[in-house]
């Protein structure tokens, strides 16, 4: 069956999360025109090998664009590359940089994220990165070549990331963060120090409790110290600002949508006007019950997962009230050296954790909030991570107290039913 034969659907941004949209509506049998408009350079393309397989020059650019541009056009997506400007929400129409202005029946805004500059003197010299798009990427790859010593500024999963790629090279770097720890907020205590000790032994530095307060360059302009807040001068000639992102609000806020932490949409997806949705980094969804807290996540997960659920709502317009809300369960991964972190659920605000496996190089950890399993983050083990995806899903957990006894499998545990 096909949808919406005579309709337009303008999609902006070609990240992850607009090109699941486009691509996903067509999944959905949507017939009517679908134009995806990207800001920047060369065919889209996927971000987590940035930091990862890409930046240690094991996969080319090919490897990083999961569709080649022979299906843009047999599914008839229009690939628009310019900015989008300005949205006129009474002429429902998008009016792009280059003068051209796109008609839309619906709109959805997948501008995802940018990273925060470093606000520190100096912050702008050169030889200091940031690490978001493939053009970032290839700055640092071609800089990384002649680079001495090395300096991360945050100790976020990009700046982990990127001091594991570049110790493939040889590349020692030292991270200063702000936290007394890595990973801020998003993981346990035991997690941290598994990767700060993993860190460690590849022969990272940690500066933690400190700032960068500036930079200083020599007479060309080029970065050569990093000064932090306690006095501390670190010799640096290539930085990465990695003090984390903001979503891209830019459009909804011209347009005079609600912005709160991201462009704010409810548990459908949609903004206040309900002809135009919001999905991927950008967007800060309200809680399907209506109360409690607004939730934007940065993950690849969240993107594909909600610009799905976007590509369903679109091709079934008439559904209205009666589609369910937005509802899948979150879920994250990252690759450092030879650990592999999966986390279901959310993290943040635990009060309790249990430590199941041997604790050192494969292990997982039950997050609880108020007596309720909230997370479960695993380092390889991923039959561990699927088996938390099912509990979440489905609402079965283990008590602390269960998963706390000797011989306890979250695996065994799942299958068992509970
Ligand atoms: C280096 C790196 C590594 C990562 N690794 C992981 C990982 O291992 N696991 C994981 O789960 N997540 C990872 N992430 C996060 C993940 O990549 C993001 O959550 C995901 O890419 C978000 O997708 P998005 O489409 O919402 O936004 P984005 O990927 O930010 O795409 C938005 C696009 O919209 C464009 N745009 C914005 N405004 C306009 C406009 N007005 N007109 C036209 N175009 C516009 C932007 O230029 C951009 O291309 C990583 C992120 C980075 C940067």
Not at 384 to 389: C, L, S, T, V
Request: proline fraction near 6%; charge should be negative; charged fraction near 25%.
């Amino acid at each position: 069956m096909t949808h919406g034969a005579d309709g337009r659907v303008v999609v902006v941004g070609a990240g992850i999360a607009g090109q699941q949209v486009a691509f996903g509506l067509r999944e959905q049998g949507y017939a009517g025109a679908v134009a995806l408009v990207g800001d920047e350079p060369g065919a889209p393309y996927e971000r987590p090998p940035l930091t990862k397989a890409y930046l240690r020059g094991d996969i080319g650019p090919d490897e990083l664009e999961p569709r080649p541009a022979e299906l843009y056009r047999r599914e008839r997506i229009d690939l628009v590359r310019a900015r989008a400007e300005r949205i006129d929400r009474a002429g429902r129409t998008v009016v792009l940089d280059d003068g051209r202005r796109l008609p839309y029946d619906r709109l959805v805004l997948a501008t995802g994220a940018r990273n925060r500059p470093l606000r520190a003197p100096g912050g702008d010299l050169e030889g200091v990165f940031s690490l978001r798009t493939r053009r970032e990427a290839d700055a640092l790859r071609e800089a990384l070549a002649g680079a001495g010593s090395i300096v991360v500024a945050g100790a976020g999963f990009i700046g982990l990331e990127f001091a594991a790629a570049v110790s493939a090279h040889g590349h020692k770097a030292t991270i200063v963060e702000s936290r007394a720890r890595p990973l801020g907020r998003a993981v346990s205590a035991h997690t941290a120090a598994h990767f700060t000790s993993l860190h460690e032994r590849h022969g990272t530095g940690f500066v933690f409790g400190e700032e960068v307060a500036a930079l200083h360059g020599d007479r060309a302009g080029r970065v050569r110290e990093v000064e932090l807040t306690d006095g501390t001068v670190l010799p640096a000639d290539l930085v990465l600002a990695a003090v984390g992102a903001a979503p891209d609000t830019r459009l909804a806020e011209g347009a005079g949508l609600p912005v709160d932490d991201g462009v704010a949409v409810d548990a459908r997806l949609r903004t206040r006007d309900p002809r135009v949705l919001a999905v991927g980094d950008c967007a800060s969804m309200a809680p399907a019950s209506g109360t409690g807290p607004r939730l934007r996540l940065e993950s690849v997960q969240n993107a594909l997962d909600q610009a799905s659920y976007a590509a369903e709502r679109l091709a079934r317009p008439d559904e209205g009230e009666d589609a369910p809300p937005y509802g899948r369960l979150p879920w994250f991964w990252s690759d450092q050296y030879d650990s592999s972190l999966q986390i279901a659920g959310l993290a943040a605000g635990h009060d309790r954790a249990v430590l199941v496996g041997d604790g050192d190089e494969a292990f997982s950890v039950l997050l609880y909030r108020r007596g309720a399993l909230a997370a479960v983050e695993s380092v390889n083990r991923p039959a561990d991570h699927m088996a938390a995806r099912r509990l979440l899903a489905e609402g079965r957990a283990p008590t602390p107290e269960q998963a706390a006894a000797p011989d306890f499998s979250l695996r065994a545990f799942a299958r068992a039913g509970g």
